[in-house]
């Protein structure tokens, strides 16, 4: 079976364009989709493509989680994708197909590597030696762990409850989780990873988007431009052939006619080849764009791998500050209750006592 539809899943424009000329140049009919949302809810609503081009990163869900999500569902279980991210360690390699990637396409993508992954794809699926759908782990992660709460569980920190009490009370505890330091820095590190992941996404999009737009437009003016000045000078040449033929004999006028005509051709096709952007201008754009992208994303990939530094920083003095706080407060509960055990005991005390002395006045008295 031939490689004809494709799902392209991508939140950036110029990524989402550049690919697509390459896939539509194989004639391949190339759906989009701006996020792993999107895409999920292409393939419940719409038939299923050969294939589907992940992004790696991207806001809301990421490309791994999309991945695993389509493995997971029997319906699309089935369905090759190719993942398109800048990282290609073999570490990465291995963990990407142990939960269904097919295969891995580094981005900026090429047209060479592209070709080779196709026709790789192309050889499996004839002869039917694709990899059979993964077991996907389902065992949640931290935002899923928090999702998966019930309604009135609560955060506590507090000392680990013996079976013996639990009997004692005769009912089961409430739901609680306990509060330690690897939760915090779990929840503190999935938060601003996902909040920094957004905010970064957005600005290079944007940077992106707008490269295009201005690019886009600035090549539809130059166009437009050079159709107009073609069309003047077309014009003013046929003016003046009928200026310069019209009081010549019509066997004359019509052998001129012929050869300006000849000419008027030649000097089209002449204005076309040096008019404008050609092809090999817009090639060395796409290459200028494809380094600019790459550019962004290695600088990116710095400031994702800062943040997280900074994450695991906070999220640690956070739990320090947290447990800090816990022991004050359980040293402040074990003074509060020693002084308790000591008035009583003075009470008790000063009570036996003056006992003592009302029967020794009755005796002796």
């Known amino acids: 079976m031939a490689i004809k539809n494709a799902l392209l899943v991508d939140d950036s424009k110029v990524a989402r364009f550049a690919l697509s000329k390459l896939l539509e140049g194989r004639d391949m009919h190339v759906s989009m989709a701006v996020s792993a949302e999107e895409a999920l809810e292409f393939l419940r609503s719409r038939e299923h493509p050969d294939v589907i081009f992940m992004d790696h990163l991207m806001p809301g869900m990421n490309g791994v989680e999309a991945t695993k999500a389509i493995k997971s569902n029997p319906e699309t279980a089935n369905i090759p994708i190719i993942m398109c991210t800048s990282q290609k360690s073999s570490s990465f390699t291995k963990e990407a197909r142990n939960f269904g990637v097919y295969n891995i396409l580094t981005k900026p993508t090429q047209p060479d590597g592209l070709g080779l992954v196709l026709d790789q794809l192309a050889n499996d699926v004839t002869r039917g030696t694709l990899p059979e759908p993964p077991q996907i782990d389902l065992e949640p992660d931290t935002d899923e762990y928090l999702a998966e709460m019930p309604d009135n569980a609560a955060l506590k920190m507090s000392p680990k409850q013996s079976g013996n009490e639990t009997a004692q009370n005769g009912s089961n505890p409430p739901s609680v989780v306990p509060l330690t330091s690897d939760l915090i820095e779990q929840i503190s590190r999935s938060a ?22 201005h690019l886009k437009r600035a090549l539809d003016e130059s166009r437009g431009k050079q159709e107009n000045a073609i069309e003047e000078r077309l014009t003013a040449m046929s003016e003046m052939v009928e200026e310069r033929t019209r009081n010549l004999r019509d066997e004359v006028a019509a052998e001129v006619n012929l050869n300006l005509s000849r000419e008027l051709a030649d000097l089209k096709k002449d204005l076309s080849r040096n008019s404008g952007f050609t092809s090999n201008h817009m090639a060395e754009l796409k290459d200028h764009i494809t380094s600019v992208q790459t550019i962004d994303t290695e600088f990116w990939q710095t400031l994702q791998s800062e943040a997280i530094q900074q994450a695991h920083e906070i999220s640690r003095e956070t739990a320090e500050d947290i447990a800090q706080r816990t022991i004050d407060l359980f040293v402040s509960q074990q003074r509060s209750a020693s002084s308790k055990i000591y008035t009583i005991g003075l009470a008790l005390s000063l009570g036996v006592f003056s006992l003592g002395i009302a029967w020794l006045a009755g005796l002796f008295g």
């Open 192 to 213: 601003v990873k996902t909040h920094i992941n957004n905010r970064l996404h957005e600005l290079l999009n944007s940077l992106f988007d707008e490269q295009f737009d």
